[in-house]
């Protein structure tokens, strides 16, 4: 009896999951994007400012660094994908951290109402994109692109520490990450794929002077480019992007096992008829 019963709650969290409704940055609990798990306010403004001057520390370095080489263009830092997710989580982390202290220390009335500020909403965006970035810039980097080259502290933090963050972050936050949010990072992911194809056009080239970005987006080879683009953007984005979902709803399971029930990620499913009851 306990296995059906246990299986009927899977299909019925798996069909709440799947609504399409959920696709949308909606949410009736504001305060799940401010709140730690151990519900310790203090502990978790700690935690977001020492995130928000890690990240920024390392991106600021990791530009001075460039700008300093003389083999280095400062303007190609730009090119790199796993660059541009690492802004990406740099600027989520900071704006987190603003956002959190609006809301816990500052002026909280200013978010008043049933419907999620557009604030927040900027914020979710950004941390969806930042947290299936990192773990496929993560996998990608390590599977395809390193090749035995040098280990230095910036390429270690980029492709390394930052998957790691990822991970460790929501086992401290709140905040809900939806299957159907994988389209995001596909979007993201395709935006990028759409940016190497016109910079090869333009006869763009790498730091090393090669006539791509990376390798395995060599243009030069458009059938086998799109077929690895296409794969990883459609295919291995949405398996990553479920799998994290996967284990956060793991997190949330022991979480109310081993703690005091607190805030969940289930709070964000069917948000839009929550909504509307509340505001009837």
């Known amino acids: 009896m306990k296995t059906t019963s246990r299986c009927a709650a899977f299909r019925m969290k798996l069909s709440e999951q799947l609504n399409l409704k959920n696709v949308y940055l909606q949410h009736v609990d504001k305060d799940v994007f401010v709140s730690s798990k151990c519900k310790c306010p203090t502990f978790y403004l700690c935690w977001r400012l020492f995130w928000a001057l890690y990240h920024t520390s390392w991106l600021a370095g990791n530009l001075i660094v460039t700008s300093l080489d003389d083999d280095l263009s400062t303007a190609k830092w730009f090119i790199y994908l796993s660059n541009w997710v690492y802004l990406l989580l740099t600027v989520e982390c900071v704006l987190e951290l603003a956002v959190v202290v609006w809301e816990v220390y500052g002026r909280s009335n200013a978010y008043s109402g049933p419907h999620l500020p557009m604030l927040m909403k900027v914020m979710w965006l950004l941390y969806v994109m930042s947290v299936t970035g990192?773990?496929?810039?993560?996998?990608?980097?390590?599977?395809?692109?390193?090749?035995?080259?040098?280990?230095?502290?910036?390429?270690?933090?980029?492709?390394?520490?930052?998957?790691?963050?990822?991970?460790?972050?929501?086992?401290?936050?709140?905040?809900?990450?939806?299957?159907?949010?994988?389209?995001?990072?596909?979007?993201?992911?395709?935006?990028?794929?759409?940016?190497?194809?016109?910079?090869?056009?333009?006869?763009?080239?790498?730091?090393?002077?090669?006539?791509?970005?990376?390798?395995?987006?060599?243009?030069?080879?458009?059938?086998?480019?799109?077929?690895?683009?296409?794969?990883?953007?459609?295919?291995?984005?949405?398996?990553?992007?479920?799998?994290?979902?996967?284990?956060?709803?793991?997190?949330?399971?022991?979480?109310?096992?081993?703690?005091?029930?607190?805030?969940?990620?289930?709070?964000?499913?069917?948000?839009?008829?929550?909504?509307?009851?509340?505001?009837?």
């Open 134 to 280: 990192a773990v496929m810039v993560c996998i990608w980097y390590w599977t395809s692109v390193h090749k035995g080259r040098e280990i230095t502290a910036i390429r270690l933090n980029t492709h390394g520490v930052a998957a790691l963050y990822i991970l460790l972050n929501m086992v401290v936050t709140t905040i809900p990450l939806r299957v159907l949010h994988f389209v995001y990072p596909v979007i993201f992911g395709v935006v990028y794929t759409l940016f190497s194809a016109v910079y090869y056009s333009m006869d763009g080239t790498n730091q090393t002077g090669d006539g791509y970005i990376y390798s395995v987006l060599d243009w030069s080879r458009p059938d086998r480019t799109l077929a690895l683009s296409s794969l990883s953007n459609f295919v291995f984005i949405p398996i990553v992007h479920i799998v994290l979902c996967a284990f956060n709803l793991g997190l949330d399971k022991l979480h109310q096992r081993f703690c005091r029930p607190a805030i969940t990620h289930d709070q964000s499913l069917n948000s839009f008829d929550s909504e509307k009851q509340m505001m009837t």
